[in-house]
């Protein structure tokens, strides 16, 4: 018997090939991988996130986080800072050179977007928004969404986000309105 929706089981690994060899050539010119892509993604995008906070984002084991972290610590990519309150926090940033590269690894995935979504009749960027929503488990939904759509950044927790009120695509949300924060 044939998997359901198999056509679009391998749809996706070819676009999730294609969506991250733009970025992996660049990647490799530092000794960088995807895990290091990842990582400066979200502290780019969230400056200040706590360490715990990109844990439970990237569903990777402390040590994993601890080798890639210290790695872009190393060549000033990240900034790694103590909370202001509790000094055992270790708070995230981009520096300069670390926020160009993210800037860099973000703009051919954003450009490969925009040529996608522009075969697709007006207004498919929400279907494709919500049908990318549905895919992630259901219990991180709100807290995903949290993250993405709120204006409030940046150093949100993940935790108080799981506990926000639902948040799940606010209507009128813009997506794009975060994009260029810095």
Same mark, same amino acid.
């Given at each position: 018997?044939?998997?359901?929706?198999?056509?679009?089981i391998?749809?996706?690994?070819?676009?999730?090939?294609?969506?991250?060899?733009?970025?992996?050539?660049?990647?490799?010119?530092?000794?960088?991988?995807?895990?290091?892509?990842?990582?400066l993604?979200?502290?780019?995008?969230?400056?200040?996130?706590?360490?715990?906070?990109?844990?439970?984002?990237?569903?990777?084991?402390?040590?994993?986080?601890?080798?890639?972290?210290?790695?872009?610590?190393?060549?000033?990519?990240?900034?790694?800072?103590?909370?202001?309150? /509790?000094? +055992?926090?270790?708070?995230?940033?981009?520096?300069?050179?670390?926020?160009?590269? &993210? !800037? %860099? =690894? @973000?703009?051919?995935?954003?450009?490969?977007?925009?040529?996608?979504?522009a075969t697709?009749?007006?207004?498919?960027?929400?279907?494709?928004?919500?049908?990318?929503?549905?895919?992630?488990?259901? /219990?991180? +939904?709100?807290?995903?969404?949290?993250?993405?759509?709120?204006?409030?950044?940046? &150093? !949100? %927790? =993940? @935790?108080?986000?799981?506990?926000?009120?639902?948040?799940?695509?606010?209507?009128?949300?813009?997506?794009?309105?975060?994009?260029?924060?810095?």
């Amino acid at each position: 018997m044939i998997t359901p929706h198999c056509d679009l089981i391998e749809l996706l690994f070819y676009a999730y090939r294609d969506f991250t060899s733009d970025p992996d050539e660049r990647l490799a010119a530092f000794d960088f991988g995807r895990a290091h892509h990842r990582v400066l993604h979200f502290v780019d995008r969230n400056p200040g996130m706590m360490v715990t906070d990109l844990l439970a984002i990237l569903r990777i084991t402390k040590q994993s986080l601890g080798r890639v972290l210290k790695q872009l610590v190393d060549k000033d990519f990240i900034l790694q800072k103590p909370g202001p309150l /509790d000094r +055992r926090q270790r708070l995230l940033y981009t520096t300069p050179t670390g926020h160009a590269l &993210a !800037r %860099s =690894l @973000s703009s051919p995935q954003s450009e490969r977007l925009s040529r996608a979504l522009a075969t697709l009749p007006p207004g498919s960027d929400d279907i494709v928004r919500q049908f990318l929503h549905a895919m992630i488990d259901e /219990d991180a +939904r709100d807290a995903v969404a949290e993250m993405i759509y709120n204006t409030d950044r940046p &150093a !949100r %927790s =993940l @935790s108080a986000a799981a506990v926000a009120p639902t948040m799940a695509l606010p209507e009128g949300a813009d997506p794009d309105r975060n994009s260029d924060r810095k």
